[in-house]
């Protein structure tokens, strides 16, 4: 069995999906039937965001991310890419979760520093940055991990330029990134100027575009400010004109995830698709279908499944 970073380079397309963890125990045997389900279209790997709150005792939960990305593992049997966050924990708490996640048999890790507090973000109260935790995990766990990183095809929004955030991109890889998932963006042409850009810089590794269908009008505006993004003016134009058609909306998000990733696919930028599918099946499942990278697209094509419909025996 391969480990992953090896696959993402063998030429072939494939796809990953990201979720975040169930909030209650309740929902967990409902959130890993519905992975299940997401199983059968062929994933690499299933990737589960980190979300701990503030709250270190947290870790054992059933609803943690180490827990959920575990029970992925366990009970789907998909290779799975566990996201771990630094900023807010002192280095000791950081070396216990990666510990954790070795124990429970976890061999992938998107490294990240998470977002600082909106009031404080003081560098000094909050010293660590991804890079720090790529360095811990290669100096401590070896080889272990295979070690994604997060890259800005805009540049991270508190870089001091987009240049300084893909010179320190190149750091983090040189520390030991095996390859890297961007955040979203909403143009091929972001994508394709931003690997030329990764490339010129001499980073080498795999650069996977994070791709998150417009789903609807008010969940792509929060995303984009949260993330500080800005939409292109003609998306935002036609958003406006629809926005009261949530149909509508769905439909133009998917329209438009499946043209930017042909494009970014048929020209080889990118080697495959990361899926951001907020838990949500549908509109991933659809653009992914309509790539022909779901493995399930001859049953749906059947006489008696109407379009769009479900398998009756799901
Ligand atoms: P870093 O790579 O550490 O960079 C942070 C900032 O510091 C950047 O502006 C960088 O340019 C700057 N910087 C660092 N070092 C230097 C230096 N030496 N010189 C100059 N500048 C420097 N958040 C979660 O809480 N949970 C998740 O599961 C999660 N998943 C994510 C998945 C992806 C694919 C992405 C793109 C983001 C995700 N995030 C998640 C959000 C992420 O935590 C935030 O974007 C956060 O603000 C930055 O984290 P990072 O690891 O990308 O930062």
Request: charged fraction near 20%; glycine fraction near 6%.
């Amino acid at each position: 069995h391969k480990r992953i970073e090896k696959r993402i380079s063998s030429g072939t397309p494939f796809f990953s999906l990201e979720f975040f963890p169930p909030k209650t125990a309740n929902g967990v045997a409902n959130f890993l039937t519905r992975i299940d389900r997401y199983r059968d279209g062929g994933p690499m790997f299933l990737d589960i965001t980190w979300h701990l709150g503030s709250d270190p005792a947290n870790i054992e939960k059933e609803t943690s991310s180490s827990s959920i990305a575990a029970a992925c593992l366990a009970y789907c049997r998909v290779d799975t890419m566990l996201h771990m966050t630094c900023a807010q924990y002192p280095k000791e708490q950081t070396l216990k979760h990666l510990q954790l996640a070795q124990n429970l048999g976890i061999r992938n890790l998107l490294a990240l520093r998470g977002d600082l507090p909106i009031n404080d973000s003081d560098p000094s109260i909050y010293p660590y940055r991804a890079l720090d935790m790529i360095r811990w995990v290669r100096t401590h766990f070896g080889n272990y991990f295979t070690v994604c990183a997060s890259g800005y095809p805009k540049g991270h929004p508190e870089a001091p330029s987009y240049a300084a955030d893909i010179a320190y991109l190149k750091m983090k890889v040189d520390a030991g990134a095996d390859f890297i998932i961007t955040q979203l963006f909403f143009e091929a042409e972001t994508f394709e100027t931003f690997v030329a850009d990764c490339r010129a810089a001499g980073i080498t590794v795999p650069i996977i575009p994070g791709i998150m269908p417009i789903a609807s009008y008010d969940s792509i505006r929060r995303v984009a400010e949260l993330s500080k993004l800005t939409i292109p003016k003609h998306i935002m134009d036609t958003l406006e004109s629809i926005r009261h058609d949530d149909e509508a909306v769905t439909k133009y998000g998917i329209h438009l995830a499946v043209e930017m990733c042909r494009r970014l696919l048929d020209s080889g930028v990118a080697p495959s698709l990361h899926m951001y599918t907020m838990n949500r099946e549908h509109s991933c499942r659809e653009v992914l279908q309509a790539l022909g990278l779901w493995q399930h697209e001859s049953i749906r094509s059947l006489p008696w499944l109407p379009h769009g419909g479900h398998h009756p025996l799901r």
